[in-house]
């Protein structure tokens, strides 16, 4: 079905874009068991994992390019953690042999709370991974419960300390708000209960719920409702109001950090325009003008990769238009915002000339600070940064 | 040796013009479908269903909107060829006055009935106007098999309602194709021959005209005196224009092109006339050098009665509107309009229609093929102003309103409805009457189990939704026919909404005083639902001259939901935001207010259900 069967010149599409170094994604699509509000492609057949490993190694043979050094790798998934530190360390070894990845780059890998034992802190201490983040998503059982977590509170409490004990200093933290049944006081607590384990970085994400998944369907059939827009934009002052006052940077829409040191370095590649490679099955990639995406289908990831062929699912080169626009809605999100003199530079278009009234409506009500061409979001600017970015 | 004239006469005696005159969905074109199959016009392999109905809209709605004609060929059981010409005629009682010249051009019509539903208010109305054209009526009892079919109850109808012998009447189911060759015969036998007289100067009626991209417009006519023929030159009598004749020729499946066009006939003249507003329906075609002495009666100049415009939703897209507006009326000579600008809304058209479905089909077609975003301010009727200085002037405008200390009086125009519905619905479609200020209501009973209501009420009351709400109360089984009754003096007052402060100019409306407080709640409640929450507080209200008399507000939209990018996947959330993006381009702002087109629609619904 693909008609993009051959591989994308990173080195031409570099020069097109941003030159700045690209971050590279991992993608490990397996999970011991399926949350049933993830909209993301995993499978909890392990059997397969050796094959996809090889798989990757055949994919990142097909990228190798002397040129581009990489100062971020991500290992995402599904649950990273589930695989054995054997494995992850074939993982990273392939990496390191076919990409160039500078000095101090960002190494970071996701896990699951329930996966953080003697082993797996291990691996992490001789690994190169620098970076961790860990779906604690909540530190109440009942919560836990309902999101269909396996683990427990107090698993995740334990692996937070046993990280801490190990070394990890620079941990992060994922969280969820606005769940059915959560109510603002128990937000709170969890927050404070995050805080005290001084993370780094902190992800809260509004519980996002996509129809065709579990928890959608079970919504759809009149349970307890989602919070209404009033209580999620309390959730969300709340959040940054607390975090803010602990002293971290609310640098995008749901992430914090400890220090300006400590924002994640990879997915801020995302919402610059910064380009990034991802490798494995559903894995999105960006350089210059182009975007792609292998297939979601680990199946099909697997079949084309280990058989040397590109396992791009399809691409899409992008005219100025969805350049800028992506560009307006990704800076939105953050708390730098975006310089409209820069896409004025880049792109000729001045969005400052042609929405002044607009621009100006939102300074006035308080959704933006604008300085020298540039706007940034306010909190309450970035509470509807996609709102913002279509009214423009 | 036989005569020109004489082979005439005889030719003319093989001529037969009729018409179908039912009520909507009686089966009038699926009728037409049968006969033309029958006489061998299509071969039934490739014939296209209701080909008379070309239009998308008319197919889709199942209704015909234009008149169109067709000349069958069929060999009769006596032996004899005979030439039987179908026009047919727009079902709907905005068109009455075209349905008026189709009949006028015809000696005889089949009254078709549908056996389940038996005779309505439409079926009455196209009756009577042929009996006052002196036509045979033949009635046929349609869809007889059905199995909710009532043969017998129709048949008691045709008799009690109509007095016609109902032992006379045809049935058949024109679906099934049964009993339509029993038509054609009937046709032969029972509707007169056209009577006419070649040797006078030529006198044809104008009953239809439509514009041919190649050929320009294609007039149709039914010849009554003389003869028509390429190169004569004609006169047409309403305006004293001039054409010279190109082509001339019958209606079969395309046109089938002929010598000469005589007394009798019924058929098409090409003559290089450019738009259909150059041809009148009802006019009178004549010879230049030897005219007619009189017109054919009955010639009246369309008259809109409902007045509205109409606006891109972009600006940018006026020119696009203009030219969609001068080609639609290449094909619509009873629509009018003219330029009109907005505040609100900007530039645009103010149009007249000759009814609300008139509009809803201008509306749809613009949309549909010509691919337009627009929208429409409130309908209006002209209302009559009398000033104090003594001047009257005629205002559906509601930016023309004057001065209210300038008015001495004011008037709107009334109708006289006529409604027919079973017997059981009497009381709640009087309570509809009466709350659209229906008055001097009388009620007969044609038929047991039948009602038939008139009211006279005013026209501004019916163009809200009357027709849907009548259909749903009496469930389906209600129908309406109306016609204008003049002027009467009513209280009207000018009302105003405003959003966040201004006003928007395409949603006011001049109402009558005792019913603004409700409308303006209503237009209220309905922007509320329709207005979708945004960045700012939104205030509507509804005032009449500085006066607020209703209210509501919009709270402001103050979270997304923005969800994870996962794994950088941009592509997703970007194509999720231009599909958003795109939706609101299709809103109109009034200053900082984006109101989709739904919300100026949504305005128009009655709270009267």
Redesign the interface.
Same mark, same amino acid.
């Given at each position: 079905m693909s008609t993009s069967t051959s591989v994308p010149d990173l080195a031409t599409l570099y020069g097109k874009g941003k030159k700045e170094s690209p971050g590279l994604?991992v993608?490990i699509p397996f999970c011991r068991t399926k949350c049933p509000y993830c909209?993301?492609y995993s499978i909890t057949d392990t059997s397969t994992v050796q094959n996809y490993i090889d798989a990757l190694k055949g994919e990142m043979a097909l990228y190798v390019d002397s040129t581009l050094t990489y100062d971020t790798i991500y290992v995402?998934g599904g649950t990273p953690s589930i695989l054995t530190a054997e494995q992850l360390f074939e993982i990273f070894d392939t990496i390191m042999a076919v990409f160039s990845i500078a000095e101090g780059s960002e190494i970071t890998i996701e896990a699951n709370p329930g996966d953080i034992d003697g082993d797996f802190a291990s691996f992490l201490v001789h690994s190169p991974v620098n970076r961790i983040n860990v779906g604690v998503q909540s530190f109440s059982d009942d919560i836990l419960a309902y999101l269909g977590r396996r683990h427990s509170a107090k698993k995740a409490i334990s692996a937070l300390d046993r990280l801490i004990d190990e070394g990890c200093a620079n941990i992060g933290l994922d969280l969820i708000y606005g769940i059915p049944g959560q109510g603002i006081d128990l937000w709170k607590n969890t927050l404070a209960q995050a805080l005290l384990f001084s993370p780094a970085h902190l992800s809260c994400?509004?519980l996002?719920v996509e129809p065709e998944t579990p928890l959608g369907m079970h919504l759809a059939q009149g349970d307890t409702p989602l919070p209404e827009?009033?209580e999620?934009?309390d959730f969300?002052m709340t959040t940054t109001d607390i975090l803010k006052c602990a002293g971290y940077v609310h640098y995008e829409? $749901?992430n914090f950090a400890s220090t300006e040191r400590f924002v994640s370095r990879h997915n801020r590649?995302?919402w610059s325009h910064t380009p990034?490679l991802?490798l494995g099955s559903?894995?999105?990639?960006?350089f210059g003008n182009m975007?792609w995406?292998n297939h979601r289908s680990v199946k099909r990831y697997i079949a084309d990769a280990m058989n040397g062929r590109p396992p791009i699912e399809s691409n899409?080169t992008l005219d100025s238009d969805?350049l800028i626009?992506?560009a307006l809605?990704?800076g939105l999100?953050t708390a730098e915002g975006v310089d409209l003199y820069e896409l004025n530079a880049r792109f000729q278009v001045d969005l400052l000339k042609k929405n002044r009234s607009k621009i100006n409506?939102?300074y006035k009500?308080g959704?933006i600070e604008i300085e020298r061409g540039r706007i940034r979001p306010t909190d309450?600017g970035l509470?509807?940064?996609?709102?913002? $970015?279509?009214?423009l | 040796m036989e005569g020109f004239f004489d082979i005439i006469k005889r030719y003319m005696e093989n001529i037969r013009n009729f018409s179908i005159i039912a009520h909507i969905d009686h089966g009038k074109s699926t009728l037409a479908d049968r006969m033309i199959q029958l006489t061998g016009l299509a071969d039934i392999r490739t014939f296209k269903d209701q080909i008379l109905d070309t239009m998308d809209i008319e197919r889709e709605r199942g209704i015909t909107i234009k008149s169109q004609a067709i000349t069958l060929p069929y060999r009769a059981q006596d032996g004899k060829s005979y030439l039987l010409n179908l026009i047919d005629t727009p079902g709907h009682v905005d068109f009455s006055y075209e349905v008026s010249r189709s009949l006028a051009s015809c000696e005889g019509v089949l009254l078709l009935i549908d056996a389940a539903q038996g005779i309505q208010a439409q079926t009455l109305a196209n009756l009577y106007m042929a009996m006052e054209h002196d036509l045979e009526v033949l009635p046929v009892i349609n869809k007889i098999d059905l199995p909710s079919a009532d043969i017998d109850m129709v048949m008691e109808q045709i008799e009690t309602e109509l007095g016609l012998d109902p032992f006379a009447c045809l049935t058949c189911s024109a679906k099934a194709g049964t009993g339509v060759e029993a038509i054609l015969e009937a046709i032969v036998e029972k509707i007169p021959p056209p009577k006419g007289d070649v040797s006078k100067p030529l006198s044809a009626l104008i009953f239809d005209a439509f514009y041919d991209a190649f050929r320009g417009t294609i007039v149709s006519c039914r010849i009554f005196d003389g003869e028509i023929s390429a190169g004569q030159t004609i006169r047409l009598m309403s305006n004293h224009t001039t054409y010279r004749v190109e082509e001339v020729g019958r209606f079969s499946l395309g046109r089938d092109k002929k010598e000469r066009l005589t007394a009798g006939d019924v058929g098409y003249v090409i003559a290089g006339i450019k738009t259909v507003s150059d041809v009148r329906v009802g006019d009178t075609v004549t010879n230049d050098r030897n005219p007619c002495v009189k017109p054919l009666p009955g010639f009246k100049e369309a008259k809109p009665v409902v007045f509205a415009s109409i606006y891109p939703i972009a600006s940018d897209d006026y020119e696009e509107l203009a030219v969609a507006l001068e080609k639609y009326t290449l094909n619509d000579a009873s629509f009018v309009y003219q330029k009109d600008s907005s505040v609100a809304l900007g530039q645009g058209f103010r149009c007249g229609f000759l009814g609300l479905l008139h509009l809803d089909i201008v509306q749809e077609r613009l949309e549909r093929e010509y691919d337009l975003s627009i929208i429409l301010s409130v309908p209006s009727v002209r209302y009559r102003f009398t000033l104090k200085s003594g001047e009257t002037t005629f205002i559906d405008n509601p930016a023309h309103f004057p001065e209210p200390a300038q008015i001495a009086q004011t008037e709107e125009p009334y109708i006289r409805a006529s409604m027919m519905f079973p017997e059981r619905y009497l009381g709640a479609v009087m309570k509809l009457c009466i709350d659209r200020r229906g008055e001097n209501s009388t009620i007969t009973y044609p038929s047991p189990g039948r009602a038939e209501l008139t009211f006279e009420m005013p026209l501004a009351g019916v163009i809200f939704d009357f027709y849907d709400s009548l259909k749903s109360i009496t469930q389906g089984y209600g129908s309406f026919d109306y016609a204008m009754i003049g002027y009467r003096e009513s209280d009207l007052v000018l009302l105003d909404i405003l959003v966040n402060g201004e006003k928007v100019d395409a949603l006011s409306q001049i109402v009558y005083r005792g019913i603004a407080r409700g409308r303006a709640l209503q237009a209220c409640e309905r922007l509320k639902e329709e207005i979708p929450r945004q960045?700012?507080k939104i205030a509507i209200q509804g005032a009449i001259g500085g006066e607020i008399i209703s209210r509501t507000t919009i709270s402001p939209?103050?979270?997304?939901?923005?969800?994870?990018?996962?794994?950088?996947?941009?592509?997703r959330?970007?194509k999720l935001?231009?599909k958003?993006?795109k939706g609101?381009k299709r809103m109109k702002m009034v200053g900082?207010v984006s109101i989709p087109q739904s919300a100026f629609v949504a305005v128009l619904k009655s709270d009267q259900d």
């Open positions: 994604y993608h909209n993301f995402g994400y509004e996002t827009e009033d999620m934009y969300f829409v $749901s590649k995302y990034y991802g559903a894995a999105h990639s960006f975007r995406w899409e969805a626009f992506e809605f990704l999100r409506a939102l009500n959704f309450r509470a509807i940064a996609d709102y913002i $970015s279509t009214f | 960045m700012f939209f103050r979270k997304d939901v923005t969800a994870k990018c996962y794994g950088g996947d941009i592509t959330k970007r935001l231009e958003q993006k609101k900082a």
